[in-house]
């Protein structure tokens, strides 16, 4: 897996140029979540494809920005379902964005989810690589090059508070339980990137990031296999939890299709156990 996790670092740098230097225009074309794509959305699936077609262990490729599965190699034995640049309407307000890998051996759930990682364009490119059984590891670009950091641990209890979601269309305990932590002292910290959003709270000693499922959206926005799952093992990885609206494990969601999505909570363990409570579904 190391040749995949080597291949991300090359494609990251790719990636973070593209944004300083292409076109921000709306290509005229959409995802298959009918979402309007930027022509930078369709340049960094492209290098991603371009990056790893060549990887024999690879077995396909599931972008966010394309229906259906690209067969690479059939003696390959990973899957991997990316989100190119996740929160791309942000580049041209100059605000972070990112890019997800969830790695996975098998049916795609889950279950089967072997190794994640995730690269952050601010103003450092940074990456977190998850695999079983370790904690989650932080490197830095320097001079073009991946420096090792540390490993990322969350605190059990933390101080950011992350409300995703149009709050007009929230459940009423979900607002009560919002609130209850801004009164009890928590930090706003929502930029409307996934990526950087998440990548503060872990870096940050905890709290919590929630995208609920709402009126608008009942199933939440966030797509299972390119966003809410990767992150749950990376939260789960660093000490912390990772659910859905039932209290269910994300780690144990299983799509029926590739874009399916889920509401989902990430988290310190305080803070998700105090949502459980919330919601009523403490085990
Ligand atoms: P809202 C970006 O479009 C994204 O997919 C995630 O990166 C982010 O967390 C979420 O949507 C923001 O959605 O509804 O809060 O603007």
Wanted: charged content about 25%; overall charge negative.
């Amino acid at each position: 897996m190391q040749n995949i996790f080597d291949t991300i670092k090359k494609v990251a740098i790719k990636i973070d140029h593209a944004i300083k230097t292409e076109d921000l225009g709306y290509s005229n074309s959409e995802n298959s979540s009918g979402e309007d794509q930027l022509k930078l959305d369709v340049q960094c699936d492209y290098l991603i494809e371009e990056a790893f077609k060549d990887i024999s262990e690879v077995k396909a490729l599931v972008s966010e920005e394309k229906e259906g599965v690209m067969e690479l190699h059939d003696n390959g034995n990973y899957t991997i379902c990316y989100d190119p640049l996740d929160g791309s309407s942000l580049v041209d307000v100059n605000l972070s964005v990112g890019t997800i890998f969830g790695i996975y051996e098998g049916e795609l759930k889950g279950e089967n989810l072997v190794a994640s990682a995730y690269v952050v364009y601010g103003p450092r490119i940074e990456l977190i690589i998850a695999t079983k059984g370790e904690k989650p590891l932080l490197y830095r670009v320097n001079e073009g090059v991946f420096n090792f950091i540390s490993e990322v641990t969350l605190n059990e209890k933390g101080k950011l508070n992350a409300p995703g979601g149009t709050q007009q269309n929230w459940a009423t305990y979900h607002k009560a339980f919002i609130d209850s932590l801004f009164a009890e002292g928590y930090r706003l910290r929502y930029s409307g990137g996934m990526v950087p959003d998440l990548h503060q709270i872990l870096l940050k000693g905890g709290g919590l990031f929630s995208y609920p499922g709402t009126t608008d959206k009942p199933e939440g926005k966030l797509r299972q296999l390119f966003e809410v799952i990767p992150f749950a093992f990376i939260y789960e990885q660093a000490g912390g939890q990772a659910i859905d609206n039932n209290g269910v494990r994300l780690m144990e969601l299983v799509p029926r299709h590739p874009h399916d999505t889920s509401p989902c909570f990430f988290g310190s363990n305080s803070e998700i156990d105090a949502l459980k409570k919330a919601y009523g579904v403490s085990q």
